[in-house]
């Protein structure tokens, strides 16, 4: 048994690796288990994800900007033809 929870209890430092590595690649079954283990007791990992996954979604939004913001008007595409046939 002890076994067992050396096994599925992780170290903080093993969990922050975790935690960034999914954001890279998948977890393997048995690491979802160990990190979900690990958060369920410690509040400073649980918030460390959290803000984690709002850096994420932040910087997701920077490399991939709304298609809304980056559509010109109608006025800007006139003037840039217009600049282009000169």
Known sequence: ?????NILM???????????????TKLSP???IQLKMHTAVCSKCA?????SEIIEKCLAEIHQPNK???KLSSER???ILKQLEK
Not at 1 to 5: F, L, S
Not at 10 to 24: D, N, Q, Y
Not at 47 to 51: A, D, I
């Open 68 to 70: 809304e913001q980056m």
């Open 77 to 79: 595409k006139e003037q």
């Open 47 to 51: 918030t460390y994800e959290n803000q």
């Open 10 to 24: 992780l170290s903080c430092k093993k969990a922050t690796e975790l935690i960034e590595k999914r954001f890279v």
């Open 1 to 5: 048994m002890k076994k067992m929870m």
């Open 30 to 32: 048995v690491e979802k």
